[in-house]
T-cell receptor, first 114, second 121 residues
Framework: AQSVSQHNHHVILSEAASLELGCNYS??????LFWYVQYPGQHLQLLLK??????LVKGIKGFEAEFIKSKFSFNLRKPSVQWSDTAEYFC????????????FGAGTILRVKS | GAGVSQSPRYKVAKRGQDVALRCDPI?????LFWYQQALGQGPEFLTY????????KSGLPSDRFFAERPEGSVSTLKIQRTQQEDSAVYLC???????????????????FGAGSRLTVL
């Protein structure tokens, strides 16, 4: 079965620290990859997505993610976090052969200390 | 509308009670999804509609769960004889499908609603 693993459930950083959130998936076929973010009290929002082409994708608010096919990974990065980045981050994978559903990881709660 | 609207936002049900959760997708969005998010977990797929057709219901956990979208817009998720393990946030998401083939993956850029939090006592 497809699965998506997010390595850290809780991350605490100080402002201006660099961020990297890990995401690995278990399926070896053609995939589309997503990061969603849920700010406190808000609904899930798309942060960035990878469909094809340049494996380094840039999203909103200075976030980027790199697709490394050989490692089945799609890690999220930000060079310098802000207090407003405090949120829960979800990695999600869509496998083209399995229809239209997304498979989500369990999420990583990021708290940025000001 | 401007976003995906879900109601009620909060529902408390006694075990054994039936509940109905409503989703109003973005106008013109063809695809509609229901996800279940238990506490501390990521969303898990329940079912998918393309217009009024329910194309995938593989994620529905039991025959107590039923979803419909009779006119291809508003959708209702119904849970019969609720159990405590049904307590979760139920998320609705919609997307528009553009093009064919490779471009159809655009259908997976989902816009989520705020969710309906169900607590079964």
């Amino acid at each position: 079965a497809q699965s998506v693993s997010q390595h850290n459930h809780h991350v605490i950083l100080s402002e201006a620290a660099s961020l990297e959130l890990g995401c690995n998936y278990s399926y070896g076929g053609t995939v589309n990859l997503f990061w969603y973010v849920q700010y406190p009290g808000q609904h899930l929002q798309l942060l960035l997505k990878y469909f094809s082409g340049d494996p380094l994708v840039k999203g909103i608010k200075g976030f980027e993610a790199e697709f490394i096919k050989s490692k089945f990974s799609f890690n999220l990065r930000k060079p310098s976090v802000q207090w407003s980045d405090t949120a829960e981050y979800f990695c999600a994978v869509h496998v083209l052969e399995y229809g239209n559903k997304l498979v989500f990881g369990a999420g990583t709660i990021l708290r940025v200390k000001s | 509308g401007a976003g995906v609207s879900q109601s009620p936002r909060y529902k408390v049900a006694k075990r054994g009670q039936d509940v109905a959760l409503r989703c109003d997708p973005i106008s013109g969005h063809v695809s509609l999804f229901w996800y279940q998010q238990a506490l501390g977990q990521g969303p898990e797929f329940l079912t998918y509609f393309q217009n009024e057709a329910q194309l995938d219901k593989s994620g529905l956990p039991s025959d107590r769960f039923f979803a419909e979208r009779p006119e291809g817009s508003v959708s209702t998720l119904k849970i019969q004889r609720t159990q405590q393990e049904d307590s979760a946030v139920y998320l609705c998401a919609s997307s528009f499908k553009r093009g064919r083939g490779y471009l159809s993956i655009g259908a997976n850029v989902l816009t989520f609603g705020a969710g309906s939090r169900l607590t079964v006592l």
